[in-house]
């Protein structure tokens, strides 16, 4: 074969994605040195165009030459950061970032802005543990769906220890691979776990949907649905009756209440309190990050819940919000009824809205807790 | 804790996401009962907006009111399409479809037509096989990286018979589940195991870049790079001294050359077609799909390649191509060269461009053929 004849081949695909850009390429984002990070996005006929950027209020972008809309930012923290841009008034993609937040209704990209020395979430030079996947049809749910289990560095199928097990719930919206395509929970844990913070343990991340199209695009969010309880309640049939038991005959997984933990954020903080706090025989752990979409009252929907017992019963119950969260009230209150219960809960208000950067620092703040008594 | 304030609280989320709207809920894509579908994008500025649909040259829509554009297609084929759209030469993403293809370079949503039976890449009620992410530190190519392995249904850590495996490569500017998420490799093998079609075998997906930012999208295309032979030459290492190690050391996969398979599309056809006939003593079955970035010359990067040899060592040797494919010359020149040396080849031109929906239908037919003497 002659070399012109191959090289016109190759170049196909190549020519045909100049042909579709019709212009330079665009680099973004662009993190800098001083830690500044530079946005664009090209709309030659747009009139107005927005960066919103993860913790932060839009902030609108400048036109320039060739109709490239650009944003440099202030030197921002070292975090991951998700964003997207809104041009008139439209939520775009940012088309040159390959790093897509999966989400089911709200979509948008991912920056990391390193930091020196790296946070736990950025992948380092370390034993790393696996994540699999596990694929089953719900006979509670009616669905076909998934599971991850994390398996911590070393893990190997055969050996006598049991592992300590964390479940690991996610948000209204999320998919089931939130807590790793986002939250980095598996980078995390391989870090603390190297750096000797985190004791190792399996985690297991569902999809919190109790009712399959619980999050549908086209519902209009979850508030005031009537099929809110029985999200929870088939959620929770589903974990104890069909993930559970699979992971503990599955795995080297501890199937002792002293060595089970449960956490999620958001709708998945909820969650948590409702399976947590109404089986007190089955955690030890319990913590909510950001919780919202609890039912209506506490009395209600943790009927015969006992302070005393609990204290009893739990380790550890961590109730945590950031104070710029627009659930940071609900939290407050869940915390005012638990103590007029005389519940111990360790409470943390922390910096931050309702967003994955405060998540993420919920988990290596609460993994440090777990299973070290 | 009041109704009143509980409620609020938790509709801040929902109203937040309507203040950002600002305007009716869009349903893309809407996939009715007649396998038409209707695909909506809202851009009140744009000239003109395209849809560009895998398979087919862009088409225009047509521009409603509240700036909607919209198109719907003639009844489609039960397939997977990706999709994206063109706005005034821009690519967009669909918002409003959580599928989206991951890819390096070239982004785009998904849209499943489905079948009635259901066709293979469907997930169905059939016992699963799991997916499990290995992460690594690659001192070959000198990244932290990760590769996938499927186990089929059924498979335990433990037992003494091993599994055959095929090793199966990506093309240019996918990532490492691109044999997953768009390939959807795994509910193939899921339901042709079922169907008895398919030996139930492992599958390991590798992440194809030999050199760490060869599919960067600032590097504009891979021909003509100097540095495409050392990405050939370093993932071949990688993959013998680094995957391959791990894979029959973690799981009962069988070290045997006659129970070893690899295959890949595009570059990874490419890859294939370097690994597995530089290295006859290694694999069996030899699939390349949709080739291209093969070096320059077949004499040069094929050394002392041998067809007698070839013919004595491979049970199997494909190569195919969508015939619609800018690649089809490539791959013609290739059989010519092949049959040259009378090389026994299954040679098979297909429907179809450069395309996942032929390499679905390449997996679906090579891996009939496996291990099945």
Redesign the interface.
Known sequence: ?A?T???L??????L??AA????A?I?SPEVHADRTVTFRY??????KVEL?LEGSDPVPMAKGANGIWTLTTAPLAPDIYGYSF????????D??N?A?K??????GNMVTVPGNPPLPWE???VP??????????SGVIGD?RDFFVYTPPGYQ??GRTKYPVLYLLHG?SD?TNGWTAIGMA?TIL?NLIAQGKTKPMIVVMTLGYGVPDFAS??R?????SNIRSKNFELYRQALFSEVIPVVEKEYRASSSKSQRAIAGLSMGGAQTLFVGLNNLDKFSYVGAFSS???P???DKDLPGFDGAKANKALKSLWISCGVDD??I??NR??YK?LQNQNVKVQYHETPGR?AWMVWRRNLIDFSQLLFKN
């Open positions: 074969m070399l004849g191959l090289v081949s190759l170049l196909i695909p190549v045909a994605a579709a850009a019709t212009q390429p680099v090209r709309d030659a006929t747009a009139k919103s809104t041009a008139d008034g439209e939520t775009r993609m088309i040159h390959s897509f999966p989400n089911l209704i709200w979509c992948v380092q030079n790393h543990g696996q994540l699999h996947r596990h694929f089953y049809r076909e199928a055969s209204f998919m598996h391989d695009p086209t209009g969010g979850y508030a005031g919202g979409n609890l209506s009252t506490f627009g659930l009230g609900f209150e869940l009824w309702h």
